[in-house]
């Protein structure tokens, strides 16, 4: 347990996924951090989602030539395009992304150029889509499971 403790970032061995519980409008992930978000804030937080949703959206698309990269893109670019419209719309809110990482699901490594998907069998790899996105002052994390499911 002690040791678990000293690790930079966790391994395949002390790692326990648990689903995500999500408001059910915004998809928002449920955590106490929402509750330093100011209303107009709360109206840009969802686009943490969006992102990963986003994602997942290259991932369901995937072909064996797809990269890691082209997820993280998709997810970084929805929100870039965020920003932009904050920024015309005149809102008094800061964005400020993070990072987006995809990672495999078993050993948690980054994933990084071809996905290599398993097109003879017709399975997809299983991986994880994580990232964090600043709205004010508030570091929203969050990630989706892409191919797989929480027992």
């Not at 689903?19 to 928002?28: G, K, N, S, Y």
């Not at 937080?45 to 990963?52: N, T």
């Not at 929805?78 to 920003?83: A, D, F, L, M, S």
């Not at 990084?112 to 996105?133: F, Q």
């Amino acid at each position: 347990m002690v040791s678990d403790l000293l690790l930079s970032h966790p391994t395949p061995e002390n790692l326990h996924i648990l689903p995500t519980t999500r408001d059910p409008q915004t998809h928002l992930a449920l955590s106490s951090r929402n509750a330093y978000l100011t209303p107009a804030e709360m109206e840009v937080a969802p686009v943490v989602y969006r992102a990963l949703s986003a994602g997942k959206k290259v991932w369901q698309e995937a072909t064996r030539e797809t990269t890691g990269e082209e997820i993280v893109q998709a997810a970084e670019r929805t929100v870039e395009e965020e920003i932009d419209r904050v920024k015309r719309s005149g809102d008094d809110v800061q964005v400020k992304l993070d990072y987006f990482e995809v990672f495999d699901k078993h050993t948690f490594e980054p994933v990084r150029g071809p996905l290599r998907m398993n097109t003879e069998e017709g399975k997809k790899r299983e991986l994880v889509i994580a990232g964090a996105v600043w709205v004010g002052k508030t570091r929203l994390i969050d990630n989706v499971l892409l191919g797989w499911e929480v027992d």
